[in-house]
């Protein structure tokens, strides 16, 4: 499967950005579908997740309250809604599938099988 994100950019802070991640390729039924992101010198870390079938969401605590993400599965397509952003929100943002054969937290890179090429969010102050 292929993962492509997009919608990343330049927002002055307190504005909002969409991110997409289209899916194509075989058939496309991950059990869950993860954004993470990774500013620079830093590890990559868990922003969101939602469990396909029946979209439950999970978030970080650090933008709970402030990003949506949401999936289309006729679409095979996944979004990040950011509200509020805050320049500590700066990074190059994922999009993962994971098919939840991971025995540990899906809150861990690891627990995904395919990752998109990134898309650059930069807030400014």
């Known amino acids: 499967v292929q993962l492509q994100a997009y919608g990343g950019g330049l927002v002055q802070a307190g504005g909002s950005l969409r991110l997409s991640c289209a899916a194509s390729?075989?058939?496309?039924?991950?059990?869950?579908m993860g954004w993470f992101r990774q500013a620079p010198g830093q590890e990559r870390e868990f922003v969101a997740r939602i469990a396909w079938l029946t979209g439950i969401a999970y978030y970080a605590d650090s933008v709970r309250g402030r990003f949506i993400v949401s999936r289309d599965t006729g679409k095979n397509t996944v979004w990040l809604q950011m509200n509020n952003l805050k320049p500590e929100d700066t990074a190059v943002y994922y999009c993962?599938?994971?098919?939840?054969?991971?025995?540990?937290?899906?809150?861990?890179?690891?627990?995904?099988?395919?990752w998109g090429q990134g898309t650059q969010v930069t807030v400014s102050s």
């Open positions: 390729g075989r058939t496309f039924s991950p059990f869950h």
């Open positions: 993962a599938s994971g098919d939840g054969d991971y025995s540990g937290s899906y809150s861990t890179p690891r627990a995904y099988d395919d």
